[in-house]
Nanobody, 124 residues
Framework: VQLQASGGGLVQAGGSLRLSCAVS????????LGWFRQAPGKDREFVAT????????YYADSVKGRFTISRDIAKNTVDLQMNSLEPEDTASYYC??????????????????WGQGTLVTVSS
């Protein structure tokens, strides 16, 4: 399974960005999907997860109400719409897939496949 993330960039506080992650390869199996982020000097942290069929989602408290994770089954992508961005959201964002579950997966250790990071910078 390969994941390719895109959509990062520089935005002012209060602005919006949309990240997209294309999932390819052995996708006839079902995977839990998620987004994580890592700021400079900090550990990687969970942001959001969506089930393989896109029916259920779960968010970190820090982004709840501002970020929306979604699954486009036809395009085989998982997107992260980020609104009301804050300087604290500045980080490299990573998409990931877990072969152990088709549902919601929060723990980074349960993800088998990771995309390359895409940098999001929010200026104040």
């Amino acid at each position: 399974v390969q994941l390719q993330a895109s959509g990062g960039g520089l935005v002012q506080a209060g602005g919006s960005l949309r990240l997209s992650c294309a999932v390819s390869g052995r996708t006839f199996s079902s995977y839990g999907l998620g987004w994580f982020r890592q700021a400079p000097g900090k550990d990687r942290e969970f942001v959001a997860t969506v089930s393989w069929n896109g029916d259920t989602t779960y968010y970190a408290d820090s982004v709840k109400g501002r970020f929306t994770i979604s699954r486009d089954i036809a395009k085989n992508t998982v997107d992260l719409q980020m609104n009301s961005l804050e300087p604290e959201d500045t980080a490299s964002y990573y998409c990931a897939a877990s072969s152990g579950s088709a549902g919601l997966v929060v723990a980074a250790s349960r993800y088998d496949y990771w995309g390359q990071g895409t940098l999001v910078t929010v200026s104040s």
